[in-house]
């Protein structure tokens, strides 16, 4: 089985406490990870506006063979700057677990299922491909998550991405969850996990194991809190189990690494 690389190194890793990236970097970071062959580049949150935003454009008119993919959260205006950008894909953050539905937001589940429709259909109508993330997956009931993925498939919705926020995960529960959706809906599956408790590149590698086509990385594994999934380990891992990467290329992806530290250019980086 092939696996997607997404690398989110500009859109999650960038919430690294102490590291703040500029257009400039961005558009470097966003052309090296392109020339070494990665499936998708997370590029942002256009909804933030300024600098964010343009960099997104900006990336856009390079013409990338990467796709580029925009974060947003489940509301039509984070959603417009997206088509604006004309980004490749637009990613849609649903929240999944009712610790975010009822505590954070102060809505239910009814409110969740009707938003999304709404904010796939608005953007579907626009000609843009869709994936939908579900945020919180770890804490969240489990036929929920199943009951969402249905919804966005019957929207025309083909892949979604299980997000790890708080990472909590272990590697045999990801791998149990995953498998479980995969075998009962028709979608591709994603997986974004946090290093909290050290398990990110082998929960990324139990959660291939039970069938997610794309996973999520970053360059050095930077983040919010303990960070995400080590790209560069995540591969040399991945290659250990043999499974199939055709779209990175593993010899020049040291280098890339290196290259992407010298723009960091911040000693926060060096503790990965």
């Known amino acids: 089985m092939e696996v997607y690389i997404v690398d989110t190194t500009l859109r999650d890793g960038e919430q690294k406490a102490g590291l703040a990236l500029g257009s400039k970097d961005k558009i470097e970071i966003a052309k090296i990870l392109d020339r070494i062959g990665v499936y998708q580049i997370e590029a942002g949150t256009p909804a933030m506006g300024g600098d964010e935003k343009k960099s997104i454009e900006k990336m856009m008119e390079l013409n990338l063979k990467s796709k580029i993919s925009a974060w947003n959260r489940m509301n039509l205006k984070d959603i417009e700057q997206s088509v604006e950008c004309g980004v490749d894909i637009i990613h849609i953050s649903v929240p999944s677990s009712d610790i975010h539905i009822k505590s954070k937001l102060n809505k239910d589940r009814i409110w969740v299922v009707n938003n999304m429709k709404r904010c796939i259909c608005f953007a579907k109508e626009k000609g843009f491909e869709v994936t939908i993330g579900l945020e919180d997956a770890s804490r969240a009931d489990f036929m929920f998550l199943i009951h969402i993925c249905e919804i966005a498939l019957s929207l ?82 991945l290659d250990a189990f043999s499974y199939i990467n055709k779209k990175t290329d593993i010899k020049n992806l040291k280098e890339a690494e290196r290259e992407i530290r010298n723009i960091f250019n911040s000693p926060l980086f060096t503790r990965h």
């Open 156 to 237: 025309g919705v083909r892949r979604i991405r299980y997000a790890d926020t708080v990472g909590i995960l272990h590697p045999q529960r990801i791998f149990e969850e995953v498998k479980q959706i995969c075998t009962t809906v028709d979608v591709d599956v994603g997986i974004h996990v946090h290093n909290d408790f050290g398990m990110a590149v082998a929960n990324s590698i139990a959660a291939v194991q039970g069938g997610a086509k794309y996973v999520d990385c970053t360059i050095g594994g930077i983040g919010e809190r303990a960070g995400n999934c080590n790209y560069v380990q995540f591969i040399k891992a």
